[in-house]
């Protein structure tokens, strides 16, 4: 029972170039999400998931697309990376009877 | 608008002390309010979370105090101890549909030191 595996683990890249932060989770979570962590502003919602095929917008959500096409995976994409996409990006799942998230180990990205 | 304050944004505590930690909310929708741990280069942990039928919630150290009609809620760790030392969030959410999309506070490093 890995929980929820996210990767890579770090990644550089240079602006406007496209990538996909992957997140899987083997607990057969309903809900899914992605949050970005940047210093002094705690984590804030970037998409999330309440089921394959369902996604909707958080908080940030600019930038950045989701799929959700199987229960396990949920992938983020950065269409055009831009500096202010730097930050460390945290996916995150739960069960419908556990209020409780799972979050993954997270990746660092940076931007340059 | 941040729907979530929390204070401070550091704190230093000696060993054997009472870390408090409070958080402010504005929704009255919010109706689940969960405590996150987080260590260097690791993602957060739920901690402790507590609903707003009850006042107060204990597991181990850590205690929740809550009061909705000030909207506030705290996070109390007694005999703090060095492994304490951490990044602490607080955060709230709806139920139903909402309950996770959860909203966070900024967080709160603590230092226990020996």
């Known amino acids: 029972n890995a929980g929820v595996t996210q990767t890579p683990k770090f990644q550089v890249l240079k602006t406007g170039q496209s990538m996909t932060l992957q997140c899987a989770q083997d607990m057969n979570h309903e809900y899914m999400s992605w949050y970005r962590q940047d210093p002094g502003m705690g984590l804030r919602l970037i998409h999330y998931?309440?089921?394959?095929?369902?996604?909707d917008q958080g908080e940030v959500p600019n930038g950045y697309n989701v799929s959700r096409s199987t229960t396990e995976d949920f992938p983020l994409r950065l269409l055009s990376a831009a500096p202010s996409q730097t930050s460390v990006y945290f996916c995150a799942s739960g069960g419908q009877s556990n209020y409780g998230y799972t979050f993954g180990s997270g990746t660092r990205l940076t931007v340059v | 608008q941040q729907q979530v304050k929390q204070s401070p944004q550091s704190l230093i505590v000696q060993k054997g002390g009472i870390s408090i930690i409070n958080c402010a909310y504005e929704n009255t929708a919010f109706d689940y309010f969960p405590w996150y741990q987080q260590f260097p280069g690791k993602g957060p942990a739920l901690l402790i979370a507590?609903?707003?039928?009850?006042s107060e919630k204990k597991e181990g150290r850590f205690t929740i105090s809550f009061n909705k009609s000030a909207k506030q809620f705290s996070l109390h760790i007694m005999d703090s101890q060095p492994g304490d030392s951490a990044t602490y969030f607080c955060a709230a959410s709806m139920s139903g549909a909402g309950s996770y999309q959860l909203t966070f506070g900024k967080g709160t490093k603590l230092s226990v030191i020996p």
């Open positions: 507590i609903r707003p039928d009850v």
């Open positions: 998931s309440v089921g394959a095929g369902i996604t």
